[in-house]
């Protein structure tokens, strides 16, 4: 039973280019979740998804920054024309939904280290 | 106003000895979970234990516990038994459930080193 995977795992862009990563969530679960991690720094939500559903997208910059979970498909983080301070780890995780789960925790990919020359 | 809050930076431990991670969280929910997580060196985050709001008993698994006071909305790690392979980053997380979905909120983090 797959857990989360996610890729690359590494992830080298020029400033001004697009960055593209992925998630595809364990199996059985239906909601996903994106965090941003800098450096010696904790977790920062950034966006919650359900499949064709944004159900909470309060952590992502307003600008250049988009998230999806399409009916078919990994979830893509994307972010356009970056920057030397997107430089950082990309976290997915998932969980599944519902009272019945209430003790299982967000299961977590092994992250997606993005960094900006 | 911070819903999740660890207050230690850093801890240092000697090895075989037990050690108590700090946890204090906010909310005006009557139903939430806690949860503890590990990042070693290598980044990947690792569940440790769960506790939710209406369990009577403090969580336990292996080595970790989880010393659960509701009152002072308190919900601290305590790892029993130090071992070098602990050393690592802590977080601490609450989950707060909003019209039947679910969303995370996380600590700052506690750097744990376990001292030979």
């Known amino acids: 039973n797959a857990g989360v995977m996610q890729n690359p795992r590494h992830l080298v862009r020029r400033r001004g280019q697009e960055a593209r990563l992925r998630c595809s969530p364990m199996?059985?679960?239906?909601?996903v979740y994106w965090y941003r991690q800098l450096p010696e720094e904790g977790l920062k939500f950034m966006v919650y998804l359900q499949k064709e559903n944004i159900i909470d997208e309060s952590g992502m910059p307003k600008e250049r920054f988009s998230a999806e979970f399409p009916k078919e498909g990994p979830s893509i983080l994307r972010i356009q024309q970056v920057v030397r301070g997107d430089s950082a780890a990309y976290f997915c995780?998932?969980?599944?939904?519902?009272?019945?789960?209430?003790?299982?925790?967000?299961?977590f990919g092994d992250g997606t280290r993005l960094s900006i020359l | 106003a911070q819903k999740i809050t660890q207050t230690q930076p850093g801890m240092f431990v000697q090895e075989k000895e037990a050690v108590t991670l700090d946890c204090t969280y906010d909310t005006s929910d009557p139903s939430y979970g806690l949860f503890w997580y590990k990042q070693p060196s290598s980044g990947e985050m690792i569940f440790l234990i769960y506790q939710g709001s209406y369990d009577q008993q403090n969580a336990t698994e292996g080595r970790y516990s989880l010393n659960f006071q509701k009152a002072r909305k308190s919900a601290n790690l305590v790892i029993s038994a130090s071992q070098l392979g602990d050393s690592a980053m802590y977080f601490c997380?609450?989950?707060?459930?909003?019209?039947?979905?679910?969303?995370?909120?996380f600590g700052t983090g506690t750097r744990l080193k376990v001292l030979a």
């Open positions: 995780a998932s969980s599944p939904l519902g009272r019945a789960y209430s003790n299982q925790p967000q299961h």
């Open positions: 199996k059985g679960h239906s909601h």
């Open positions: 997380a609450m989950r707060e459930e909003r019209r039947g979905t679910y969303k995370y909120i």
